[in-house]
């Protein structure tokens, strides 16, 4: 059964009462989400409905805006990737920040750029992780050390990362090369192997893994039956030949 959308059971009480009250678009609750922002990168948590509250109160008020949290929550919807929320949050920031740098048109004030480059190199990671290219996901996050400062503020982000990746591999696969679970994971040596066989609980057989069976990744024969009854084929001919009106 899934959960819905707005539940996290880490929430403090504090939260829940400004996200189901009137608060929730008071302009001074801007602080304590962004506050609660800061928590959920230092403890590991993860409040989507409550970080998708306040990128919607920076929409309203502007001026009360603050790039870095803003950057932080992007890198906090990365992780949990294949979900829409890195969408979601992106269609809640200002056009200007979400204009290519190049672009002629984009004529950005003071302050700008800095949050406009954030968010595309952040996109970047995203599309990467939508096309499971796990492997560029790492090239490309090591490719550039502006990546190190957005992921700063994030508690054990690659850690996160890497079991994020391993879930979606999990669903997919039974068996995989260990060298290219290697680059997928950007590990090797014992700490790979430590990551596969203590963290995931899965089988290192010489150059192969291999994943436990589970209901994602295990391989069901579907039968599909039709049940359409022969004299409504028979209505649909005499149609074809009934002459127009």
Known sequence: MSRPFD??????????????????????TTTVFQDYVMQQCENQTYDSYANLALLKLYQFNPHLSRDETVTNILVKALIVFPGPDFSLCISLLPPHVLAPLSSSSHTPAAGDAPL???VQKLNELNNLLGGADYAAFWNELDSDDLYADLIADVSGFEELMRVRIAVTVSQAIREVDRSILESWLNLQGKEFEHFVGSVCGWNVDGAKIKVPLNKENEAKGTVVRENVKFDQFARVIKRAYEQPA
């Open 7 to 28: 539940f996290a059971p880490e929430r403090p009480e504090h939260i829940d009462q400004i996200l189901n009250g009137l608060d929730r678009y008071n302009p001074e």
């Open 116 to 118: 406009s480059e954030a």
